[in-house]
């Protein structure tokens, strides 16, 4: 029912539905119509005669409403939606680099219209929302280079095939999220909570965890060239098949206890840090 009310387009399909209905079965039982509701009833040119000549003639008013109105309508519908996506990302472009609650409160309402609209291509560089919280956004395949989540949260949100490098979460809250093959070269994830975070396929060369607590947070397939993980929590974090990972960039964790590396760095961290804890296979010590 709210889809019909919001949808003229529905509500026009449903009326002609309706309609369509009516004739018909009109038509199809109109001797019993007509000897029940018509037998003999006449008041000026309202007649029997009358009435079937009207049913015929409301068969084409019909097509031509349920045909021409509804396709016209959908045309005019799907122009004003062009319309109204191609001002949200014009409103993006304008407004990306203003750091104000209020602008920062409207570029998210308008990144969260655009995925009503089935639009997940979200192209726009130095896009800045600080302080928010950013929930349930979808992005793929596009650009969001710059993109600046200081102080602020990200949940639930899904990143997938994004050119984000260069992006700031300095001190951010991220969880319940997936950046899955996306290119965050240079990023900074300092001071932040990414628990749980999903960085599958990424690239991460030089990313900065500076200090961050990424406990069971997934990099499998990641690039992690010259990241910093100082001070950072990696307990139960997974490095399966990540490329350019070595035990010097791990050291410098503040918790290393259960991660999930190759059996050759994990031979090389437990002889340089005697305090961690990790699980035991055979052959391993």
């Known amino acids: ?130 302080e928010l919280k950013v929930k349930g956004i979808i992005a793929e395949d596009s650009r969001l280079i710059g993109l600046k989540i200081v102080a602020g949260s990200v949940v639930s949100s899904n990143f997938k095939s994004m050119r984000m490098r260069s992006s700031n979460f300095h001190e951010s809250t991220i969880k319940s999220t997936i950046f899955e093959s996306c290119d965050l070269l240079k990023s900074k994830f300092n001071e932040s909570i990414c628990k749980g975070v999903d960085f599958t396929n990424s690239s991460l060369e030089r990313a900065d965890f500076t200090n961050s607590d990424l406990q069971s947070s997934i990099f499998n397939g990641c690039d992690v060239r010259g990241a910093k993980f100082d001070g950072a929590n990696l307990k139960h974090v997974s490095f399966h098949n990540s490329k350019h990972l070595t035990s010097e960039l791990l050291l410098r964790a503040k918790n290393l206890d259960y991660v999930k590396v190759s059996d050759e760095i994990m031979a090389e961290l437990i002889a340089q840090r005697p305090d961690m804890k990790y699980q035991k296979n055979k052959g391993r010590p």
């Open 1 to 130: 029912m709210k889809i019909i009310i919001k949808s003229p387009v529905a509500t026009l399909a449903t009326i002609a539905a309706v309609l369509v209905l009516a004739v018909f079965l009109i038509t199809a039982f109109w001797s019993d119509v007509s000897s029940t509701v018509l037998p003999n009833t006449k008041l000026g040119l309202y007649n029997k005669d009358f009435w079937e000549n009207f049913l015929v003639e409301l068969h084409g008013i019909v097509f031509e409403l349920s045909i021409i109105g509804v396709l016209l309508l959908w045309l005019d519908s799907k122009r004003t939606k062009s319309g109204e996506i191609k001002r949200l990302r014009e409103d993006l472009e304008d407004y990306s680099t203003l750091d104000y609650p209020e602008i920062n409160v409207k570029k998210l309402g308008h990144m969260k219209r655009l995925n009503e609209h089935k639009i997940k291509n979200i192209d726009v560089q130095n896009l800045v929302l600080n």
